[in-house]
């Protein structure tokens, strides 16, 4: 089945620093590929996506490259703000359109002045 | 705002008994599906409705059912409610065309 790995949070990180956290994932096919950012008290909302292999999502100075190679999906921001923190989601769905999303654990980013 | 309404936002309630979660989709959006986050099991797919089919089939319980209506909004009942049924529940909407769901803002189920 479709599964989702993400690295095991908290990452704590002071202001301006650079981001990564780790997806990969497990799919037949050719799954779309996205990160969800989940704020305090509040729902997930569609941080950036990717549909093929090679493509870049971005959105709010965040990035993650869909790489079929090595089925992965890491996001990345070159430098936080103390407004970043919040829990991060990696997801995919698989095949036609409207498929339910797999998610992966989730990571919680601590971003400190 | 994602344009998705869920009510209510918080539900408190008691081993055993029922309840029904309330959902209306983003304007024009025909799928909606649900989502239950808990501590132990993180974000789980539990059922999806298109134009008021069900269309696919997750982790949910014997204890849950959903519908969606004709105006589309869904409701998802839970019975005989048990303590690990505490949990946030999302609904998200979609319309199909491109894979996004926009989330509404989840109510919180504690089940004492």
């Known amino acids: 089945g479709n599964s989702v790995t993400q690295m095991e949070g908290p990452v704590t990180l002071s202001e301006e620093a650079f981001l990564t956290i780790n997806c990969t994932y497990t799919?037949?096919?050719?799954?779309?590929l996205f990160w969800y950012v989940q704020y305090p008290g509040e729902g997930l909302q569609l941080l950036l996506k990717a549909t093929k292999a090679d493509d870049k999502g971005s959105n709010k100075g965040f990035e993650a490259t869909y790489r079929k190679e090595t089925t992965s999906f890491h996001l990345e921001k070159g430098s936080v703000q103390v407004s970043d923190s919040a829990v991060y989601f990696c997801a995919l769905t698989r095949g036609n359109a409207g498929n339910m999303l797999t998610f992966g654990g989730g990571t919680r980013l601590m971003v400190k002045p | 705002d994602s344009g998705v309404t869920q009510t209510p936002k918080h539900l408190i309630t008691a081993t055993g008994q029922r309840v029904t979660l309330r959902c209306s989709p983003r304007s024009g959006d025909l799928s909606v599906y649900w989502y239950q986050q808990s501590l132990d099991q993180g974000l789980q797919f539990l059922i999806q409705y298109y134009n008021g089919e069900e269309r696919a089939k997750g982790n949910i319980l014997e204890r849950f059912s959903a519908q969606q209506f004709p105006d589309l909004h869904s409701e998802l009942n839970l019975s005989s409610l048990e303590l690990g049924d505490s949990a946030l529940y999302f609904c998200?909407?979609?319309?199909?065309?491109?894979?996004?769901?926009?989330f509404g803002p989840g109510t919180r189920l504690t089940v004492l």
């Open positions: 799919a037949t096919g050719y799954p779309s």
């Open positions: 998200a909407s979609s319309s199909g065309a491109n894979n996004e769901q926009f």
